[in-house]
């Protein structure tokens, strides 16, 4: 267990409202990603980072922003949800060739 | 940019029997690690297996081997007795210098 842990669990929001999921570490790894869940897509990255305020985009990274500030604090923004953005979300962190995956946010936006 | 391709999309396999599952990964880099990762209704993301590219010898975790050939760029996993509580969703997945890239995912059953 490498000690992720992602915050909300759940979250309903409106559309055009933002919203900010957290991922949480406390072994000091130095990658960090996040991901969104989809059936058929399987997880796709949205953006990434590889130090404190070194951060990457992914495959699906538009409509997304991503903070860095602390080691052990990983923040997702959607700026303005959208429908679209309704589904799973895993935070994960990488370290000498293993990953580890938080629990994942389930974010449904009506 | 790294891409993971899983073509079997559902499998099934009855109780005991062995099955096997694709992936394929395109890749410049030439120093990665590959994995395979069992996602049961929990959502929780469960490692399998993992393979190191520099490495010929094919992992293996008990019931579970892998045939990693790095010259085709393929990887598959090989699921040996078969248990009921294998059901779950596989993905495979690629890691290379800085981000982590996964397929779409077989969706494994197995049946009494």
């Known amino acids: 267990d490498a000690g992720i842990t992602q915050s909300p669990r759940h979250k309903v929001t409106e559309t055009g409202t933002p919203v900010t999921l957290r991922c949480h570490q406390t072994e000091n790894h130095r990658y960090m990603y996040w991901y969104r869940q989809d059936p058929g897509h399987g997880l796709r990255l949205i953006h990434y980072?590889?130090?404190?305020?070194?951060?990457d985009k992914g495959e699906v990274s538009d409509g997304y922003s991503v903070s860095r500030s602390k080691t052990e604090d990983f923040l997702l923004t959607l700026e303005s949800a959208t429908s679209s953005q309704t589904s799973v979300y895993f935070c994960?962190?990488?370290?000498?060739?293993?990953?580890?995956f938080g629990q994942g946010t389930r974010l449904t936006v009506v | 940019a790294q891409t993971v391709t899983q073509s079997q999309p559902e499998m099934s396999v009855q109780e005991a029997e062995t099955v096997t599952l694709s992936c394929t990964y395109d890749?410049?880099?030439?120093?990665?690690?590959l994995f395979w990762y069992k996602q049961p209704p929990s959502r929780q993301m469960i490692l399998v297996i993992r393979?190191?590219?520099?490495?010929?010898q094919n992992a293996t975790e008990n019931r579970f081997s892998v045939n990693f050939q790095k010259a085709a760029k393929s990887f598959s996993l090989k699921i040996s007795d078969s248990q009921l509580g294998d059901t779950a969703m596989y993905f495979c997945?690629?890691?290379?210098?800085?981000?982590?890239?996964f397929g779409a995912g077989t969706r494994l059953t197995v049946k009494p």
């Open positions: 994960a962190i990488s370290s000498g060739g293993r990953a580890f």
């Open positions: 997945a690629f890691s290379g210098i800085n981000d982590m890239r």
């Open positions: 980072s590889y130090g404190v305020k070194d951060t």
């Open positions: 393979q190191e590219a520099y490495k010929q």
């Open positions: 890749t410049s880099e030439s120093n990665y690690y």
